[in-house]
């Protein structure tokens, strides 16, 4: 079945470090991939999504490239900033399903230090 | 703007006893969501419900009842509380499944001693 993989937290940087969240993917088809955040006691929201190979979502300064290739689509920002601290999810759509619900990763919980 | 809101925010129980959550979206989706939230686990699909009037099982539906008697409300029952279902309760919803973007509730602490 579809399936997420992102990488284990926590991870912790220092304000202004890049920041890599891996993430990967299985599944039949060509799903829409999404990045939703979760601030501390809040729920979820959209962080950036992309629906097709080779696009590239972005928000925020955030930016991940939906790669067909690698069934990958990894979170990145090129200077984090201590508001940025929160988890982070991977999701993709129940491609083909009548649901509409989205399965999603573990969480990477990041933490930025000034 | 409200978009999704859950009531109650926390709540404690002891086994065996008995309660609902109740989601409220004003955004006149179709589809709406229960997900839970355990450590180490990710968010799981409970239950979810594409329009009025009807409801399915998700990835982890055991001990658990949902209604969808009006459009805006989707509401998650525990018949009898146990300590297994100690966790943070989200509900979600969009437009349809080809809108696919969903949008969260702030969620439910439910601790079950």
């Known amino acids: 079945g579809n399936s997420v993989t992102q990488m284990e937290g926590p991870v912790t940087l220092s304000e202004e470090a890049f920041l890599t969240i891996n993430c990967t993917y299985t599944?039949?088809?060509?799903?829409?991939l999404f990045w939703y955040v979760q601030y501390p006691g809040e729920g979820l929201q959209l962080l950036l999504k992309a629906t097709k190979a080779d696009d590239k979502g972005s928000n925020k300064g955030f930016e991940a490239t939906y790669r067909k290739e690698t069934t990958s689509f990894h979170l990145e920002k090129g200077s984090v900033q201590v508001s940025d601290s929160a988890v982070y999810f991977c999701?993709?759509?129940?491609?083909?399903?009548?649901?509409?619900?989205?399965?999603f990763g573990k969480g990477t919980k990041l933490s930025v230090k000034p | 703007n409200a978009g999704v809101t859950q009531t109650p925010k926390f709540r404690v129980l002891k086994t065996g006893q008995s309660m609902t959550l109740l989601c409220a979206q004003d955004?006149?989706?179709?589809?709406m969501y229960w997900y839970r939230q355990d450590p180490g686990m990710g968010l799981r699909l409970i239950h979810y419900?594409?329009?009025?009037?009807?409801?399915a099982k998700g990835e982890v539906p055991d001990g658990y009842n949902v209604s969808r008697l009006k459009k805006q409300n989707f509401l998650l029952g525990l018949e009898s509380a146990a300590p297994s279902q100690t966790s943070v309760y989200f509900c979600?919803?969009?437009?349809?499944?080809?809108?696919?973007?969903?949008?969260f509730g702030a969620g439910t602490r439910l601790s079950v001693l």
């Open positions: 999701a993709l759509e129940n491609y083909g399903g009548s649901q509409g619900n989205l399965i």
């Open positions: 955004m006149n989706h179709e589809y």
């Open positions: 979600a919803s969009t437009a349809s499944a080809s809108k696919n973007i969903q949008y």
């Open positions: 419900s594409v329009g009025e009037g009807t409801t």
């Open positions: 599944a039949t088809g060509y799903p829409s």
